[in-house]
């Protein structure tokens, strides 16, 4: 079949008359805030407590936009030998000017001490200002959601699954 010269064009244009007379679906930001799923992706939230200073989540972020200081504090331990030492944060920021919000951060934190936290504005005038110090990235620890209930009817978990292997198999080791 042979194309009509022009065709594309008029067929480009009854799409455009046609969606020309239609109210748009936009919403005005400021004036409507939009309705976000209840576990959507915001900001990065840091609670301190959890925080070993193991820098994993400064390894292995591909940008390189987390930044974490810390010190050692010696402590005594009742009855020990000698004396333990720890590390204790001084400062733990993120650049989000440089971050791409991956999540990786999230993922390979051992301790549960970042989390997604909804809140999507934080917007600043000038970008210098769009590192965030510790105390600003607790902040937003308060508006992370709980996680979702486990479903009554799935699997159980692995970690459940294998302690209850390791019970049968010490179960038939005694007599």
Known sequence: MKAVPGGGLARGLAITLRTMTKRSHTRQYPDALPDLPPRSRGVIALFEENCTVCMLCARECPDWCIY??????????????????????????????????????????PFDALFWSPEFEYSEYDITELTHEMDRLREWMWTVPPPPAHDPRGAPAKEVTSAGQVERAAEKELP
Not at 73 to 81: I, K, M
Not at 82 to 108: H, K, P, T, W
């Open 68 to 109: 974490i200081d810390s010190h050692k504090e010696t402590f005594e331990v009742e009855g020990a030998a000698r004396s333990r030492q720890r590390n204790v944060l001084d400062r733990f920021a993120i650049d989000f000017a440089l971050c791409m919000y991956c999540g990786i951060c999230i993922e390979v934190c």
